[in-house]
């Protein structure tokens, strides 16, 4: 089976994972998920496999393979898996759970090397491109940074007391982290190195994006430059796009007739997937802010998508 230059997925409360050709629209291949609801939907870096996180699984499934069964699952975590993540050279995973845990995977083998206790059940993690630290934020609003080498908590922080930290997201070059709340709030911190190495928050701007829940913040990755982008969607039933640079509403998505639960950039940030409890998933062009391809087949909401429309990424 070749494999596509374009890997669009998406999963559903119907309990099924979706493959879609990008341009076309047709849904080529159908995984059953029936042990529970899919929470967060990853392309590993070499484009081989999908993640998808479950409760309390985590399951690898071939992108190239029409087997419905798993290559490998993960099963250290005892509640739902809310975020999922990869080292840049596909040798780990790391993955957030309700249970309040935060782990790292050994992706070949499935086996748990680290564990690291949140407190409070984990909404979302982000690996900073330094790879070296990992950044969670909880259902208590609690940020934290993780630091791999020394193996322990480095810095916490609290931007709005018992308001859920939703959503993470840091800049492709570790300049910028973004975190979004339950009441459509975004704080943002410039990311410094202190003396230790360590990465210290500085207070940049907060930004009311949104009336309601915000469900993904996302900045855009490296290839955008010079623009700077944040999609932050919302249970407003919209996406918003942000320049970075003053923060200034650059377009508002609209289409989609319920809650936004996720999206995710092209590797040029020319287009925007997203996928919404209305059952759809929908393919935006950043120029006009029209959606252009509507991913119709899904029976009940659609909650995650992953899209991998870039290079390889060789494993060591």
């Avoid at 080292?87 to 935060?102: I, K, P, Y």
């Avoid at 630091?147 to 908590?153: E, F, K, T, V, Y």
Wanted: proline share 4%; net charge negative.
């Amino acid at each position: 089976m070749a494999q596509p230059s374009v890997i669009l997925a998406t999963a559903s409360y119907d309990h099924t994972i979706r493959f879609w050709e990008a341009k076309s629209g047709r849904c080529y291949r159908t995984i059953q998920y029936p042990d529970s609801q899919v929470n967060r939907l990853e392309i590993t870096p070499d484009k081989r496999f999908l993640v998808a996180a479950g409760n309390p699984h985590i399951r690898l499934f071939d992108v190239n393979s029409n087997s419905p069964q798993p290559v490998i699952s993960y099963d250290s975590h005892t509640s739902n898996v809310m975020a999922v993540g990869f080292h840049c050279d596909g040798n780990w995973m790391n993955s957030g759970s309700e249970d309040g845990t935060v782990r790292i995977w050994d992706l070949r083998t499935g086996t748990c090397q680290r564990e690291y206790e949140s407190r409070a059940a984990v909404n979302t993690v982000v690996l900073h491109p330094n790879q070296k630290e990992l950044i969670s934020g909880d259902q208590n609003g609690n940020i934290r940074v993780w630091d791999l080498a020394a193996n322990s908590c480095s810095c916490e922080l609290v931007p709005e007391v018992d308001t859920a930290v939703r959503s993470l997201t840091v800049m492709w070059d570790g300049s910028m982290v973004v975190a979004a709340n339950n009441c459509g709030t975004c704080y943002v911190w410039c990311l410094l190195k202190g003396t230790q190495t360590i990465t210290c928050f500085e207070p940049l701007h907060k930004l009311q994006a949104h009336d309601g829940y915000i469900l993904k913040c996302l900045l855009s990755p490296e290839f955008c430059d010079p623009n700077r982008y944040l999609a932050t969607a919302a249970s407003d039933h919209t996406v918003k796009i942000w320049n970075v640079d003053g923060f200034k509403l650059e377009r508002t998505l609209v289409g989609h007739q319920r809650w936004v639960y996720d999206c995710v950039f092209s590797v040029d940030s020319a287009y925007l997937i997203t996928a919404s409890s209305d059952t759809t998933a929908r393919l935006w062009t950043m120029s006009t802010g029209e959606a252009i391809r509507v991913y119709q087949g899904h029976h009940k909401a659609t909650v995650f998508c992953a899209l991998h429309d870039g290079a390889e990424s060789a494993p060591s």
